[in-house]
């Protein structure tokens, strides 16, 4: 599951569900080593009506159309978590044993490896004392490597230096192509495929040594302070998701409800647990449909720092551009705005520009963690997430093909169209539709007029009479969830986020080191035992110094 468009799907009663590049299906029983080894994937509810081709385009297009899509609101939500969220659906759905096919590994961590569990193994990997996982870590085997940035020339001697631990690491000279060099030391490439979660993967990187150089003055050495950083950097990671991330785009209440009271739904004690035995799967309901909430928060474009935003020297930073300065899915070609993605041995440099390291404070607020002097330079020069809904920015029309592990290949030019890739992948699976899973979790549909008309967000009105018959008779699980956001205040509601809270809780439960099983934990890094908020994340992670957090000043 390490690739975005996963081409086969290991269903834990079901079997092994595959599709050519049309979309065909076929299911059969696993294999022995698929069921020892694969990621595991569930369902929740039933199978779902599929939509024609023809719908889903139809669908696709309206989603993505080019209008006006307002920030978020009621309270804003900063645009680092956009790529938080990415960030977190990478750890996730990262399947350890899928290099591990032909290698000795213990039953722990083959079970653990091909489980979701919130335990940032997209960091970690398998850790420094295995021995293709060891490149990632520095000599001593503690600390991550990190990388350094190209100088530039553009736009002026401040950027012309090469910066160390402002890029993630790289390849560089073993590589023999550009591709090749360019390519992150990290676990799980994708999160280098754009330049937002790229510094939030190095973000965590610098939490990580960081947290390192605590333990070490109380004496901790070798294996013993890896093993306690590591420990250290997990529960704080899952204390952010629980008390800051998953409010800001769930219900609070169901938040609340679910970390409180357990789960009702999902894997819950007497209710389809026992199937799956003591490790967690991921339900085809949350990674092919609820989870990709995030899509409709991402903005076309972004203030990221001094040389790029709207009044700076090197204008707004467009979405297209975060895929530019990436190892994955760009080329780190500074010379050119239109630069050929397609080819991945295209372009100069082979590390990240010094001109577009991040300029944290505009993708957080750090006002809320009481540092005013860490507000962004001008009133407009933070960011904000796009409202939650039905719309999606129409740069995602044209995704770099890249992200999609298409590079090479021949594909209908649909194919670049992320909310087409959403609406065939659920389709691809006969996902369950967004009323099957209202019935199923017991709470009230949304209406017909509900579905066509929303709130504020996509507008169906350019589908055919027959096609608007079919999407409100089983509308699609994606759209259904982003539609349900749009009437309740941009947040999601008792179907998504019930969908989306349980996994979280589940998959924290799951994890080797988990806040759910061990309730009285309380983070040490923060302002006080209840607070660790990603702002408090990143000042630990940077020493809470501007020019760490911002090194390009203003």
Not at 43 to 55: I, V, W
Not at 102 to 126: C, E, K
Not at 137 to 158: H, I, M, N, Q
Not at 519 to 537: K, Y
């Amino acid at each position: 599951m390490k690739k975005h468009g996963s081409n086969s799907f290991f269903v834990v009663g079901e079997g092994v569900l595959e599709f050519d590049r049309d979309g065909v299906a076929t299911k059969r029983r696993p294999r022995t080593v698929e069921e020892l080894r694969r990621f595991r994937f569930s369902r929740l509810g039933p199978e779902g009506t599929p939509l024609d081709e023809e719908t889903r385009i139809a669908l696709a297009t309206a989603m993505t159309a080019d209008v006006p899509q307002p920030d978020s609101a009621n309270p804003p939500v900063p645009a680092g978590f956009t790529y938080l969220g990415q960030f977190v659906d990478h750890d996730l759905t990262m399947d350890r044993t899928e290099s591990q096919l032909g290698d000795d590994v213990n039953l722990g961590d083959l079970v653990q490896g091909r489980s979701p569990a919130l335990d940032l193994d997209s960091v970690y990997g398998r850790g420094p004392e295995d021995r293709d996982h060891r490149v990632f870590y520095a000599r001593d085997g503690v600390k991550l490597k990190v990388g350094t940035t190209s100088p530039v020339a553009f736009p002026d001697e401040r950027v012309n230096v090469a910066l160390e631990g402002f890029d993630l690491p790289r390849f560089g000279g073993a590589g023999v192509t550009g591709a090749d060099r360019r390519k992150p030391l990290i676990p799980d490439t994708r999160n280098d495929e754009n330049l937002a979660v790229a510094q939030t993967h190095l973000a965590f990187i610098r939490f990580h040594n960081r947290v390192v150089d605590e333990l070490a003055l109380r004496g901790l050495t070798g294996r013993r302070l890896f093993a306690a950083a590591r420990e250290q950097v997990v529960r704080h990671y899952q204390w952010v998701l629980r008390t800051d991330f998953l409010p800001r785009i769930v219900d609070p209440a169901i938040v609340d409800d679910v970390f409180a009271n357990g789960r009702r739904f999902f894997e819950a004690p007497g209710r389809g647990q026992s199937p799956h035995g003591l490790q967690p799967t991921m339900p085809l309901e949350f990674s092919v449909a609820a989870y990709r909430l995030g899509h409709s928060m991402i903005r076309g474009a972004y203030q990221w720092n001094r040389v790029f935003n709207t009044a700076g020297p090197g204008g707004v930073a467009t979405l297209f551009l975060l895929f530019v300065f990436t190892g994955t899915s760009g080329n780190f070609d500074p010379g050119s705005r239109l630069p050929d993605l397609d080819n991945p041995n295209s372009g100069t440099l082979d590390t990240l520009p010094t001109n577009w390291i991040a300029d944290f404070r505009r993708l957080y607020d750090f006002t809320e963690a009481d540092r005013p002097d860490l507000a962004p330079p001008t009133a407009d020069g933070g960011n904000l997430t796009k409202r939650l809904d039905s719309l999606v920015v129409n740069p995602l029309t044209q995704l770099p093909a890249g992200t999609f592990d298409g590079r090479g290949t021949a594909f209908p030019e649909i194919q670049r169209n992320l909310a087409f890739r959403n609406l065939a992948r659920a389709d691809m699976v006969r996902l369950a539709g967004g009323q099957q899973m209202a019935e199923l979790l017991g709470v009230e549909p949304l209406s017909a007029e509900q579905i066509l008309v929303g709130d504020r967000g996509a507008s169906l009105d350019s589908l055919t009479d027959a096609q608007k018959a079919a999407v409100t008779t089983a509308t699609p699980l994606w759209l259904y969830i982003l539609r349900e956001a749009e009437f309740h205040g941009g947040l999601l509601g008792p179907v998504g986020g019930r969908i989306v809270a349980e996994v979280f809780h589940r998959a924290i439960e799951g994890s080797h080191t988990s806040i759910v099983r061990e309730p009285s934990w309380r983070p040490a890094f923060g302002p006080d035992a209840q607070t660790f908020r990603m702002t408090d994340l990143l000042l630990f992670a940077f020493e809470g110094k501007a020019d760490l957090l911002n090194p390009l000043g203003d």
